[in-house]
């Protein structure tokens, strides 16, 4: 009998509690999210006021990740997302809090995660961007594998002045 395949559907709120200990889990090793511990509730980082969507990666019962999909809201990520593809932000959706279990590394989750957001912005007729800490070498890798480019850099209020700009990414159309 072949393992289960890692799959990803909708987030439920039961999926919240496991996926604060995922997100805690991996932060020491990926850097993300940059500030930690966060200075506000870790549910509130995860459910965002701004989703369109949300998603966790799972095997079997076991959660190993999760991506959500936000609306363009305006500020400083949306200046340089409109300004570096030329689109209104309507025309945008961002993919975020992308994250896996650190036991589930390597294992395409990632991808899996990945490519059902960028399927959601498609089927809305939105284009994906996202922004991504420029130090975070697996995950620019991960994204420029999949075709995403480099539209804008941003320095955030929270960012550290130690800490190179993010990198502002798209997705073109394919």
């Given at each position: 009998m072949h393992p289960s395949p890692v799959t990803s559907r909708p987030r439920t709120a039961d999926d919240v509690p496991a996926l604060v200990?995922?997100?805690?889990?991996?932060?020491?090793?990926?850097?993300?999210?940059v500030r930690w511990p966060l200075?506000?509730?870790?549910?509130?980082?995860?459910?965002r006021p701004t989703e369109l969507a949300a998603w966790v990666a799972a095997k079997g019962d076991a959660v190993?990740?999760?991506?959500?999909?936000?609306?363009?809201?305006?500020?400083?990520?949306?200046?340089?997302?409109?300004?570096?593809?030329?689109?209104?932000?309507?025309?945008?959706?961002?993919?975020?809090v992308l994250f896996v279990d650190p036991s589930a590394e390597g294992r395409g989750v990632g991808s899996t995660l990945l490519g059902t957001a960028v399927a959601h912005c498609r089927s809305t007729g939105r284009v994906p961007v996202l922004d991504v800490v420029s130090e975070s070498t697996r995950a620019v890798a991960l994204y420029r594998r999949h075709g995403w480019q480099v539209v804008g850099r941003v320095r955030p209020p929270w960012l550290p002045d130690d800490r190179d700009p993010l990198l502002l990414m798209a997705l073109p159309p394919g």
């Open positions: 200990g995922i997100l805690e889990a991996q932060q020491s090793g990926t850097g993300y999210p200075p506000f509730p870790v549910e509130d980082f995860l459910v190993l990740g999760h991506v959500a999909v936000t609306d363009v809201a305006p500020g400083w990520d949306a200046d340089g997302w409109t300004s570096g593809t030329g689109l209104p932000a309507s025309d945008l959706a961002a993919v975020s």
